[in-house]
């Protein structure tokens, strides 16, 4: 999803660590790409699969229920360049449970994926912006 803060800075406790951002506002030149892919997770506890993690209820959420690492995985029917990565965690409600660093990796196939993004998550509560474009300042 491709997003802006509305007024709401995301705070960034250090170079490459998020806390998170009260609101999210989608910013116009930008088109929100997930309903163009399809989603799978690494594995997930029955009732909070991707339906829970895609269905827009910050109420509900994925789960998963396995060894590390957790995983989703999005891919798109052709290739796409993806500006912006938008999720919404909540380190009040999950504590140990939300995640502590991201990693978002792409290449043609799964076995072929190279890191091209990470991020450290700081006790995040809100959107976290994770930019994707060399000249966004998120």
């Given amino acids: 999803m491709a997003t802006e803060s509305d007024g709401e800075e995301e705070t960034a406790t250090a170079a ?28 997930c506890k029955p009732g909070n699969g991707v339906l829970s993690l895609r269905d827009e209820n910050l109420d509900t959420y994925w789960q998963s229920d396995g060894a590390q ?16 990565v938008v999720l919404y965690v909540d380190f009040k409600l999950d504590e140990s449970y939300t995640p502590s660093k991201i990693s978002i990796r792409a290449g043609d196939g799964f076995h072929n994926l190279k890191e091209i993004k990470t991020v450290e998550l700081v006790k995040p509560v809100g959107w976290v912006h994770i930019s994707l474009s060399g000249n966004d300042p998120r």
């Fill in 16 to 43: 490459g660590k998020l806390t998170g951002s009260p609101q999210l506002s989608v910013d116009d030149d930008l088109r929100e790409m997930a309903k163009k892919a399809a989603w799978s997770v690494s594995s």
């Fill in 69 to 84: 690492p957790h995983l989703v995985n999005i891919q798109f029917q052709k290739k796409v360049k993806l500006q912006l």
